[in-house]
C-alpha cells in the first residue's frame, strides 16, 4: 500500500535542533567552569598594629567579613557560630593527626568593622577548641605603639 504525500521540500524552513544543541552545551560547559561562590578573594580590613608576627607551619585559617559570615579554613567553608566549635574541633583533629601531633594554630583574621561582641565570641569559642590563637593584623608604617586611629 503506498500513500502519497503531497509536500514539496522547502529551502525556506531551518531546523533549529542543532543550534538548541549546541546552546545547550554551551551552557553545561559555563555552569560546570564557573564558581559557585566567588570565595577566591576576600576583602577583610584588618586591624593595623606596629609589631610583625612570625608565620607558623600548623594553622587553621578561620576568617569573619563586614557581614559577620565566618569562612574557615583554606577552602573557605562558610559556619555558623552554631558549628563552629564542632567543626573546630573535627579540622584540629584532622590536623594533629596530618603533623604528627603537633598543635595547631588558629588563625584568626577578623574584619575590623566587626562589632566588639561577636568578636568576643568569636574569639571566646576558638580558645575552647584550642589553645594557640593568633590574631591577623596589619602593620602600621611609620607609627609608633599606642598612636594607631580607628
Known amino acids: 500500500m503506498k500513500f502519497k504525500t503531497h509536500l514539496k521540500p522547502s529551502q525556506a524552513l531551518i531546523d533549529l535542533t542543532p543550534l538548541v544543541d549546541v546552546i545547550f552545551l554551551m551552557l553545561i560547559f559555563f555552569i560546570v567552569t564557573s564558581d559557585i561562590l566567588p570565595l577566591k578573594s576576600l576583602h577583610i580590613e584588618n586591624p593595623k598594629l606596629t609589631q610583625d608576627s612570625a608565620p607558623l607551619t600548623t594553622q587553621l585559617l578561620v576568617v569573619m567579613d563586614a557581614q559577620h559570615v ?78 594607631e586611629s580607628f
Request: glycine residues 8%; proline residues 3%.
Open 70 to 147: 565566618i569562612y574557615m579554613g583554606s577552602k573557605k567553608a562558610i559556619m555558623d557560630l552554631v558549628s563552629l566549635k564542632q567543626r573546630l574541633q573535627e579540622e584540629i583533629v584532622h590536623l594533629k593527626q596530618q603533623n604528627g601531633g603537633a598543635e595547631p594554630t588558629i588563625v584568626l583574621s577578623i574584619d575590623r568593622r566587626v562589632n566588639y561582641g561577636l568578636f568576643l565570641k568569636l574569639f571566646a569559642i576558638t580558645q575552647e577548641c584550642c589553645s594557640r590563637l593568633r590574631l591577623v593584623y596589619q602593620p602600621a608604617e611609620g607609627k609608633e605603639w599606642g598612636e
